[in-house]
């Protein structure tokens, strides 16, 4: 499968803890986007890397919550102390930069991983 | 005032019938993208069509057409010939020339239910 892969798929923890997520983009991809979405919602954008580097955070995104992408390629999320309201699913998605400038776009698209559930308990 | 508006939160639609799902947008950028996606219960986003503001003609892929309506801000997703594996939430989403780092704007998603 050459797809967006995240793990784990559910994770179910207690208030306080900690939880990370990984993801491993498409190989060729050098951007990669987490979103968050909860229930009833559509996907909003927490954080994105290009090749290794953090080029945008969302307000969204507490000091609770740290992304990382070391050396380009796969992607963690770590969420510390964990609240309820952290309770969503975790969108990972990946895509390739464009380059130089254009009338319009390409149609460059993103491409989603499964998505990993966190409940909060 | 929200990039995307999708304002029906449950169609349904009879198998091998047509479906209409509307999506309005905001945006002040003159290039700009506009994108359909399938979240069926597994929470997969799956990509359908993208239409771009440039864009001369209403994009079609297979079973799914975009009826873009510029002047309206408007880019409603056009599904032929339903399915039963159709049903899903579809989310439109949009992104922005002077965005292009970063996000896509989705709309809070129509749920559709194919009926056999």
Known sequence: DTGVSQDPRHKITKRGQNVTFRCDPISEHNRLYWYRQTL?????????????????????????????????????????????????????????????????????????????????V | AQKITQTQPGMFVQEKEAVTLDCTYDTSDPSYGLFWYKQPSSGEMIFLIYQGSYDQQN????????????????????????QLGDSAMYFCAMRELANTGNQFYFGTGTSLTVIP
């Open chain 1, 40 to 120: 009833g919602q559509g996907p909003e954008f927490l954080t994105y890397f290009q090749n290794e580097a953090q080029l945008e955070k969302s307000r969204l995104l507490s000091d609770r919550f740290s992304a990382e992408r070391p050396k380009g390629s796969f992607s963690t999320l770590e969420i510390q102390r964990t609240e309820q309201g952290d309770s969503a699913m975790y969108l990972c998605a990946s895509s390739f930069r464009e380059t130089g400038n254009q009338r319009g776009f390409s149609g460059n698209t993103i491409y989603f991983g499964e998505g990993s559930w966190l409940t909060v």
């Open chain 2, 59 to 82: 994009a079609t892929e297979g079973r799914y057409s975009l009826n873009f309506q510029k002047a309206r801000k408007s880019a409603n997703l056009v599904i032929s010939a339903s």
